[in-house]
């Protein structure tokens, strides 16, 4: 039975499709659109308490286990991943306590925004915790090393360290000349503790300098965000 507020599947959706001869209008229509105008994905480490990994619940999301990496926009789900560092920033983000079922609820350029914001929404300022953020624009690669798609890897809380260990190893590489997207680096997921028990982290490894046609795709990938801006300006 199609509900009130669905249509009806016509015949003629079924008909013949010749994609194949369709390629040289490709871009037609789409001048307009740019990095910009496209949901970036963002790089989710799941935990025990993450509603993606409940049975059961509303926000399940099927194969889902704590100490998985999942695509937010496609809910792709995996362990590890090779990808390239495209661009570093840190904003001011709130994040929805773990207890609460986790989730960010915005980012700001300053902690005094963070807060005006929460009390604008009416939100109760107890169930959030306001840090530090910083950002990676990665390139991830599939497993034969071709680009599939750019993403945003969040580093609040205690992958800070990580994400400073990173930019550590990426500034010893712009020391010999090789720019922050001239290095393929494999992002894993380990299991640490703390005070308030048991948790996954990412770790990060350098995997090789990007050849030549790799470092020419990563650098189109730049491009298309910030165009020919060097990276620490952008």
Known sequence: MTKKNELSVPAIFDGKTTVATRAENVGQGSASVTANDMAIPRLKLLQMINPE???GGPEQVQGAQA???????????????????LNFTRKTVVWKKRKQGG??????????????????????QADYDVSENPTHLVLLLNDDGEPKATALLDMPGTKVKISKIWNTKI???E?????????VWQLKVISQSNSSGNFFNYAI???????????????AAYNAFFGNKEAKAA
């Open 53 to 55: 990994v409940q049975p």
């Open 67 to 85: 100490g998985m990496i999942m695509n937010s926009v496609n809910n792709e789900l995996f362990t590890s991943v090779f990808l390239i560092n």
């Open 103 to 124: 989730g960010m609820e915005g980012q700001y350029d300053t902690e005094a925004e963070a807060l005006a914001s929460l009390a604008d929404q009416g939100l109760n």
């Open 171 to 173: 500034q010893e590489q």
């Open 175 to 183: 020391d010999l000349g090789n720019p922050r997207y001239g290095c």
């Open 205 to 219: 490894d350098l995997v090789a300098v990007a050849p030549d046609e790799m470092y020419g795709k990563a650098q």
